[in-house]
């Protein structure tokens, strides 16, 4: 008589114990599945910062490239400044130095010599103000360009007539009209010449290209 409830209970268990085990599974399969996802978006996540710290890094190196060349154009506006601030005003001077030869070609030889002690010495004053200022130019970084009997370069000679010679090699600087003066590099006043022709030609060289300067104007009235 007590065995009998007992096997009436035993399916009831058996049930209860197999849907158990059906909810452990089915919550087995949910949580898998929420850990799969989670595993994807951290995945997903991983590979946006990834690729955002290749921008960020991809900018900071292009930000440093730019001040860098920033720097660099800089420093070499400063250099140039140094070099060439007073280019302008030696061109001025150098039209002021021209004036003054011209004032003392224009005195007859007779003049010079037959003149008075007063005479003799306003020309001599006005000689040395002539030599005084082109020495203050030089100790400013200007130099005299004087290329009679050098190749023609058009980097620093302007050349302002030919002339026939067939023993004095074809490109030859022949005559300087007008002397040039160069600051650094740059050009302030390209020399006046008279160029050579018809002569045997000249190796070719090459040449330090350089910033021409502007046209004289006046230096091609005069001549």
Do not use: C, W
Request: glycine share 6%.
């Amino acid at each position: 008589m007590s065995e009998q409830p007992k096997d009436e209970r035993a399916p009831e268990q058996t049930a209860a114990e197999s849907e158990y085990a059906q909810t452990a599974a089915t919550g087995e399969a949910f949580q898998a599945e929420i850990d799969a996802h989670s595993q994807t978006a951290d995945y997903e996540a991983v590979v946006r910062l990834v690729k955002e710290n290749e921008e960020y890094k991809d900018r900071a190196l292009r930000l440093a490239a730019e001040m860098e060349n920033l720097r660099r154009r800089t420093a070499r506006d400063v250099q140039d400044a140094r070099a060439y601030a007073i280019a302008n005003f030696a061109r001025e001077m150098l039209q002021v130095s021209d004036n003054l030869t011209r004032a003392l070609d224009a005195i007859p030889a007779e003049a010079k010599e037959s003149g008075d002690a007063g005479f003799k010495a306003l020309i001599e004053g006005v000689e040395l103000t002539g030599r005084s200022m082109l020495s203050a130019l030089e100790r400013h970084g200007v130099k005299k360009l004087d290329p009679e009997g050098e190749k023609f370069d058009p980097n620093f000679h302007q050349a302002m007539f030919e002339v026939p010679n067939p023993d004095i090699a074809s490109g030859t600087v022949v005559q300087v009209v007008q002397t040039g003066f160069v600051i650094g590099d740059r050009v302030l006043r390209p020399a006046m010449v008279g160029v050579s022709k018809g002569g045997p030609k000249q190796v070719a060289e090459p040449s330090t290209p350089v910033e021409p300067g502007p046209p004289n104007e006046q230096a091609e009235k005069d001549a």
